[in-house]
């Protein structure tokens, strides 16, 4: 069977589901994608809106190449792909077996679903009956009832049920006698006896003639649906779609808090006016409730004050949530923004938040926006809801305190709650039954150091079902997955679909081309390494060039900060330096690349000087270097042979790294015992804390960080201060740790962490940009003085250590992201095509970027985003030919005048001047057939098949003669 | 209402557009593309929103493929108006097409008059793939924009 | 109250040092959201809120716990420990800070302090709390001869209804008093 | 359905028509209530307030007495203050068993022990939820009809322990009014705190905190309570005339019970205007 095609389930057709399909897909292998409701798109068909872009994009997630195997449409109108096979409104019934090879079996909901397994109870006790009857017809099972069994006969001759649940002991004719009369009338009845009395003998007499099981009485409502839902499974299984699959991918994300089952204080679905974040999003949504205009739902006024609380079934204990759910913070700023901005009757948007977690690289800017367009931000939790006042319903009135105590309030036409996102019951089920080891509130917990795997080889996860997720780290754990499953269908020796078995109808069609067959991947820190790896494993070659004389970069120092990280970066550099098709380039520096995108050839040279090696590149950003010119070929560093080596690739990853930014604080800084948290980390490392009286420490967040000049946040440091805090609190624990901070950024179940940190008393101090606790050092040592908020007096400590949270600087310079036609964004990172629905690649998708001069983040996102890098290598390099798509655009040379217009109008750098024979060429693989070259071209030389003047004219023609 | 879209590969139907003297039904090309408003068209469709047929969709993948030409010939074919519409800047799925629309808009804006046509004919919006709603609503304001207008004498003058 | 002056008095008992710790560390997640004080019925009536008397136990500021008549004004309502999202045992807490400062004889508490002792006393002597000896007993321990009359209206009222018993049947003095002293050797 | 009746201290003294009214009430159900034998305080709120052990040993020795009489029975408690404490020392006591053992060693003193595994419940859980409320829609006759009552829950029943209604905004008293025939006044005061122990110490708090209840309680003819504390502060911080009843006393006139057999004319507010709209 070495000739199968390579198959992988998808479960859930969510963003995460799509993403890892079309991953998969695109790389050639088979996808089966199961979806429980009636269509793909999960959470974000609902949302029309992201930030930080304050628009869709969705559609960016569709391959660029080979577009002619999927429908080129919005993703709202559906998804197509040739490799794919999608079943919404599908149940997964079962799934056995091991990596290679697992059978599943699943069910379209149209084919029998519950309502389809009619039940019957026989009992002569009337409680029975009403009670069974209650709780299995609550669960959709049609259920009948009788109360003898020459009833139930009777029911039974009328009708065919499934189901037959009887009690045992019964005045006239006894369950173990109905039990054989109605498998004469109907051999298949599923019989499950009742008993009051354990009488175990008689039901196992009774399973002898045919009964199924038996139930103890008194029942626990569970008991008896979990025995009925197996009949009903096994009884469905036979209808059930059965496949076999080398892999699975569990995407089936995560559910959002109900606010008003329970305890419901802000009054979720009373008071008129308090709806939940999803409802709000269709309220703006033009094609919602109110349309174009944004209402009231109960009054149908205007709307023009708006309160957003956040923290609802998120980081509150009394909903059994002690973390965080990451999203909700940048959902409500986006919600306020754009209320804000669309309409200017809002005269009010007003966001209660208790930490505002903007997390990340894009998200302290996008609320700063939000700021500015006057969206008020209150630190304060609102505890309650109460309905308005009778004379005016539908004002809610908003009580809350602010800092120093005092009691503030506010009416709001609306309030828009944030609810957190919790595991579901498909989740909880699903990973029951495969035995996966979930964290301790039902997500799944993922390996450590392999990010998507779960402890069932062969079964991976993406998205919300390893805990709150946002669009970005969803898309890119889908990546990463995608690239799990591929690992498993190449070790499993399967193929991938290579040549579309199309007949080629039109001669236009330009011919196949390849890539050249292999990697660079530039940076030898982590990110570089699991890149580099991931790919040499599916049998690709990679140059992995280091600048400096060692692999492991930040690693190196944070390997004790993190838990079994020491012995996973000698692994994974065991790894690397034994590999056989990766070639590791120490001490190298790329000088320049040649050749077109896809098929580059590119000079490697040595670093001379080690001191130099070590700092960062970013030094060379705003030094203007000679750049080649757009659209020919990189200039030449000299005549003649250049020296160098030269490597001939057709994808490169971008993995230079970053590094702790330098300190800019106004007070002296080098004092004694001022720290960066690196050089923190390390003193903590060597036991090189002194340890004499009782240690006083002080941390600063967010030093330099998320104020003009470094806009972002770098989201490592929160964490790496707690740890620090605990690893102090824990070695000495009379020592008093306090953490300045604007807000804690422990998205996600790393507010557990907060927590304990909290518990193990380390005190926390927020203070406001602008009201930065004050820092003085002398040769004696340092003290901080600041005023608390809460208390509203003024502190003061001296601290025998002062930490600073810098942040982190990406190390990418301008000029090597431009080599390769990307660039950096606002913040000196790698200039993602799009932030949330390609953020791995630079617009040419053969340019990738994985690790923290990609973004900030820790190791874990970092060992994501490079496998996530490494999924989109394997699927380009892994295709022998690119047939490009019959919409590819043309030149008529003929025609061409080489004016260059057309190359400055294509968004995707698919066009050039072919040095060699002077004329224009367009590169096949980075056209999308948009057409905007036809339309640029003054001489009708750039054609696209199908929207060239001539049909187009025609077509104009025909629209305004219609009948 | 249903609204024949018309896709470059169709066949062209040959008629004569409607140019009635008393009651003045304009006729309207709308150039839509195929990822953001042609997707809000298709939710209208959907969600049986009623809007007039006198526009006449004409699915383009970018607005940025939106050639001058096009619109000329358009108003040159009869057309009384004609509509460019859109992804939302910073939408668009090929990067910056519709930036490329509203740039060439604005230019054939100041060229139209010089051809007899009020540039208060040539229109350029941004209509989201979830903006149903605000696609009929916008086709039905923009016909009635038109009739406001009158009929477009670009057809009847024999030379350009 | 100066702040070495509650400090003197605690580092001479360390069993109520150690009780202060113990609710410092029940109250160590608070992240000093402010549902507690939004939620308190009474918070209009304290000289601070409960949040910053929280953030007060965790600073380790004694002397603005107390010198503060926050935890004394606590109603044991329970909305602030239904609503804290850290699910704090917040009622619970306010209970021990009074505790702690009963036992360190505050001159500001004195009112209270005899109120309870009072009825300690009252419960110890009889089982049952008898209300009228109970007041009685009040009044002359706090030696302030405008607190009984403020109580005298409500006396008058009781007194009409019938619900003033000056002579219940007793059921003879020390009724709890071994069970005190066994749960007071029990607690050493 | 029995039980074992806890009146409590309040209820010996200021607020023995509460007393009065339940005992009868219950004798009107059907329901027998068995006073448990030489019951003591429970510690009320100052115990708690001075002595952390203290504060379970009193109310352990209750359910202790409780659990001597081997019958099993629930222990119904009018007073709020009360069930809380009894409750909070039997989940205490349950979940702790060092603490049990400890609390043991005490109560040996009285040649008692306790084991907690009697259940507490509150006279508001025991009418709502075994079955009273049918029985007194059958036995009303819809006397209440002309009334309209706030009814008034309190703190303590409801909160920490979330037992049998919504702890902030409980309802479980509706039924129980509709049964009678009355209307039940839609406000959101119900489970707002009157100052309860506070309001002794410090009437100025409980002055305005009823204030603010009573406000709003205008258009009702009458207040219900389920607790002596609340009751109390009810009717002696009123600025208007407020009628306020114990739910039992509520309950017996609309089963058509004597309002002298109910302790009627021992409530401090004049509680005239409900007894004069009882329909006879």
């Given at each position: 069977m070495t000739e199968q095609i390579g198959k992988t389930l998808v479960i859930g057709g969510g963003i995460s589901g799509i993403r890892a399909s079309l991953d998969l897909a695109q790389a050639g292998y088979q996808v089966l994608l199961l979806e429980q409701s009636d269509r793909v798109g999960g959470l974000l068909s609902q949302l029309d809106t992201q930030f930080p872009t304050s628009t869709c994009g969705m559609c960016r997630m569709l391959p660029m190449m080979e577009r002619d195997r999927l429908d080129q449409q919005c993703l709202r109108r559906g998804l197509s792909h040739d490799n794919i096979e999608i079943c919404v409104s599908t149940d997964l019934i079962s799934l056995t077996g091991e990596p290679g090879n697992f059978s599943v079996s699943f069910l379209s909901q149209t084919d029998g679903g519950r309502d389809d397994c009619p039940v019957l109870v026989v009992d002569d006790e009337k409680i029975v009956r009403d009670s069974m009857k209650e709780w299995l017809s609550e669960e959709g099972y049609p259920v009948q009832t009788a109360d003898s069994a020459a009833q139930a006969l009777n029911l039974l001759a009328e009708g065919s049920f499934k189901v037959m649940l009887t009690d045992i002991k019964m005045p006239g004719m006894d369950g173990v006698t109905l039990l054989t009369r109605a498998k004469e009338i109907q051999p298949d009845l599923a019989v499950v006896m009742m008993t009051a009395y354990a009488a175990v003998d008689t039901a196992v007499e009774a399973m002898k003639q045919g009964a199924l099981d038996y139930l103890v009485k008194p029942f626990d409502p569970d008991a008896v649906l979990q025995m009925v839902d197996r009949i009903f499974k096994d009884a469905v299984a036979e209808n059930a779609r059965k496949d076999t699959v080398d892999a699975v991918i569990l995407a089936s994300g995560a559910t959002f808090f109900q606010p008003n089952p329970g305890i419901n204080p802000y009054g979720y679905g009373q008071i008129p006016g308090v709806v939940t974040n999803l409802e709000f999003e269709r309220m703006l949504s033009h094609a919602g409730p109110g349309g174009m205009d944004l209402v009231h739902p109960v009054t149908g006024r205007p709307v023009t004050r708006i309160a957003w609380f956040q923290c609802v079934g998120s980081r509150d204990i009394q909903t059994g949530t002690p973390f965080c759910s990451s999203t909700c913070c940048m959902i409500s700023v986006k919600q306020s923004l754009l209320a804000k901005t669309m309409y200017p009757q809002v005269t009010e948007a007003c966001v209660f938040y208790m930490d505002l977690r903007t997390w990340g690289k894009a998200s302290d800017d996008y609320a700063r926006q939000a700021k500015k367009a006057g969206v008020r931000f209150v630190r304060a939790r609102v505890h309650s809801l109460a309905p308005g006042l009778k004379e005016s319903d539908t004002e809610i009135p908003v009580v809350w305190l602010d800092p120093s105590g005092d009691r503030r309030q506010s009416l709001f036409d609306l309030v828009v709650l944030a609810p957190g996102q919790h595991p579901d019951a498909f989740l909880s089920g699903f990973a029951k039954d495969q035995e996966l080891t979930t964290d301790d509130w039902g997500f799944v917990r993922p390996e450590p150091f392999l990010p998507g795997h779960t402890s069932r080889s062969g079964i991976f996860v993406c998205g919300g079902t390893t805990g709150p997720k946002d669009i970005h780290d969803s898309v890119t754990g889908a990546s990463a997955a995608a690239l799990s499953a591929m690992q498993v269908m190449a070790s499993a020796g399967r193929q991938t679909v290579q040549n579309p078995e199309k007949a080629e109808s039109s001669g236009l069609r330009p011919a196949g081309v390849s890539l050249f067959p292999g990697a660079l991947v530039i940076g030898g820190g982590i990110a570089g390494m699991a890149a580099a790896l991931a790919i040499a494993d599916q049998g690709f070659d990679v140059d992995l060039v280091e600048k400096t004389d060692h692999l492991g970069g930040n690693l190196v120092w944070l390997q004790t900060a993190v838990e079994g990280a020491g012995s996973f970066l000698e692994e994974q550099t065991a790894a690397v330096q034994a590999h056989d098709r990766i070639r590791i380039h120490t001490r190298t520096r790329v000088a320049d690349t040649m050749g077109r995108p896809g098929q580059w050839v590119t000079r490697l040279t040595p670093v001379k000087d080690t001191a130099v090696a070590d700092t960062p590149e970013t030094t060379n950003a705003d030094r203007p270097e000679p750049l080649a010119e757009k659209g020919s070929p990189s200039n030449r560093s000299s005549r003649g042979k250049p020296p160098g080596l030269q490597v001939r690739h057709g994808v490169v990853v971008l993995a230079v790294g970053g590094a702790e930014a330098a300190p800019n604080l106004p007070v002296p800084d080098k004092g004694p015992g001022i720290y960066t948290q690196q050089q923190f980390q390390q003193a903590l490392d060597q036991d090189a804390i002194d340890t004499g009286s009782p240690l006083q420490v002080a941390m600063f967040q967010c030093q330099g960080s998320?104020?003009?000049?470094?806009?972002?946040?770098?989201?490592?440091c929160c964490p790496r201060s707690l740890d620090q805090a605990l690893r102090l609190k824990a070695d000495h624990p009379d020592s008093r740790v306090v953490i300045f901070y604007r807000d804690m950024m422990t998205p996600g179940l790393s507010e557990a962490v907060y927590t304990e940190a909290r518990k193990a008393g380390v005190v926390f101090v927020p203070y406001e940009p602008g009201n930065t606790p004050e820092l003085a050092a002398d040769d004696t040592g340092c003290r901080v003085t600041w005023t608390d908020p809460i208390l509203g007096r003024a502190m003061e400590m001296p601290a025998d250590y002062v930490v600073l949270a810098t942040g982190i600087q990406p190390g990418l310079s301008r000029n090597l992201a431009r080599m390769f036609g990307a660039d950096l964004d606002g913040s000196g990172f790698f200039d993602q095509?799009?932030?949330?629905?390609?953020?791995?690649?630079?617009?040419?998708?053969?340019v990738l970027a994985c690790g923290i001069c990609l973004e900030p983040g820790n190791l874990a996102l970092t060992l994501a985003s490079a496998r996530a890098a490494a999924a989109k290598a394997v699927s380009l390099l892994s295709r022998e030919t690119f047939f490009p798509g019959k919409d590819t655009a043309r030149v008529r040379s003929a025609f061409c005048s080489l004016c260059r217009i057309c190359i400055d109008a294509c968004p995707f750098n698919a066009r050039f001047v072919d040095p060699e024979t002077r004329t224009l060429k367009v590169d096949p693989l980075a056209c999308q057939g948009c057409g905007i070259c036809a339309a640029a071209c003054p001489s009708g030389a750039a054609v696209v098949a199908g929207r060239s003047l001539a049909p187009m004219m025609d077509t104009i023609h025909a629209a305004l003669n219609q009948p | 209402m249903t609204q024949t879209v018309m896709e470059p590969e169709q066949e062209s139907p040959s008629n004569t557009p409607s140019l009635n003297a008393d009651a003045f039904e304009p006729v309207a090309v709308a150039f839509v593309c195929n990822w953001c408003t042609y997707t809000a068209a298709d939710l209208a469709g959907t969600s049986r929103l009623t809007y007039p047929d006198n526009v006449r969709l004409v699915r383009v993948m970018c607005t940025g493929m939106v050639d001058p030409q096009y619109v000329i010939k358009a108003f040159l074919e009869g057309a009384d108006a004609v509509l460019v519409s859109g992804c939302h800047p910073g939408d668009c799925h090929y990067i910056n097409g519709n930036y490329k629309a509203r740039r060439r808009i604005k230019l054939l804006k100041q060229i139209l008059p010089r051809f007899g046509i009020d540039a208060e004919r040539l229109r350029l919006t941004w209509i989201g793939a979830s903006d149903g709603i605000e696609f009929a609503k916008t086709m039905t304001r923009f016909v009635e924009e038109i009739k406001g207008l009158g009929p477009c004498q670009a057809r009847l003058q024999p030379v350009i | 109250m100066l702040q070495t002056d509650i400090q003197e008095k605690l580092a001479a008992r360390p069993d109520l040092t150690r009780h202060l710790a113990q609710v410092k560390e029940q109250m160590a997640t608070c992240i000093q959201c402010g549902t507690c004080s939004s939620s308190c019925p009474n918070a209009g009536f304290m000289d601070m809120t409960p949040r910053r008397m929280w953030r007060a136990v965790l600073m380790d500021r004694v002397d603005m716990v107390f010198s503060s008549q926050t935890f004394m004004l606590c109603?044991?309502?329970y909305v602030c420990t239904l609503r804290c999202p850290r699910g704090l045992p917040l009622t619970g807490a306010m209970a021990e800070l009074k505790q702690v400062a009963f036992g360190l004889d505050l001159p500001r508490f004195r009112r209270s302090t005899l109120f309870y002792k009072a009825f300690m006393d009252n419960i110890r002597q009889y089982g049952r709390v008898r209300e009228t000896e109970l007041m009685a007993r009040y009044f002359l321990a706090v030696k302030d001869p405008r607190v009984p009359m403020s109580y005298t209206g409500m006396g008058i009222k009781l007194m009409a209804k019938h619900k003033l018993h000056p002579h219940l049947p007793s059921r003879g003095p020390g009724r709890l008093a071994p069970l005190f002293d066994r749960a007071k050797q029990q607690e050493q | 359905m029995d039980y074992l009746y806890y009146p409590g201290c309040s209820l010996e003294g200021t607020a023995q028509e509460y007393d009065i009214s339940c005992r009868a009430l219950f004798e009107a159900l059907g329901d027998r209530l068995t006073e448990i034998p030489d019951w003591t305080c429970?510690?009320?709120?100052?115990a708690q307030c001075v002595d952390q052990f203290l504060s379970v040993v009193l109310p352990a020795r209750n359910l202790a007495l409780a659990e001597k009489t081997e019958t099993g029975q629930d222990v119904l408690v009018p007073c709020s203050a009360c069930y809380l404490n009894l409750k909070k020392a039997r989940q205490d006591l349950w979940e702790n068993n060092p603490l049990r053992a400890q609390v043991n060693q005490v109560l040996a003193e009285d040649g008692l022990a306790v084991n907690a595994s009697v259940r507490v419940r509150h006279l508001l859980d025991v009418l709502t939820r075994d079955g009273a409320v049918d029985r007194v829609a059958q036995l009303s006759?819809?006397?209440?009809?002309?009334l309209v009552i706030a009814p008034y829950y309190g703190c303590q029943c409801l909160r920490p322990y979330v037992e049998f209604d919504d702890p902030e905004q409980p309802r479980s008293m509706d039924a129980l009014i509709r049964a009678t025939g009355a209307d039940v006044l839609a406000w959101d005061m119900g489970a707002v705190c009157c100052g309860a122990s506070t309001a002794t110490t410090k009437p100025q708090v409980g002055k305005e905190l009823v204030g603010r209840i009573l406000d709003q309680a205008k258009t009702a003819h009458a207040v219900v309570t389920v607790c002596p504390m609340c009751q109390m502060n009810l009717e002696r911080f009123q600025s208007r005339s407020v009628p306020v009843v114990y739910l039992p006393q509520f309950l017996g006139l609309a089963l058509g019970m004597p309002a002298k057999a109910l302790g009627c004319?021992?409530?401090?507010?004049?509680?005239k205007p409900v007894l004069s709209r009882v329909v006879p």
């Open positions: 998320r104020e003009p000049g470094r806009e972002y946040c770098s989201r490592t095509a799009d932030i949330k629905w390609r953020p791995v690649e630079a617009i040419d998708p053969r | - | 109603a044991s309502c | 429970c510690g009320a709120t100052a006759e819809n006397r209440m009809k002309d004319d021992m409530n401090l507010s004049d509680i």
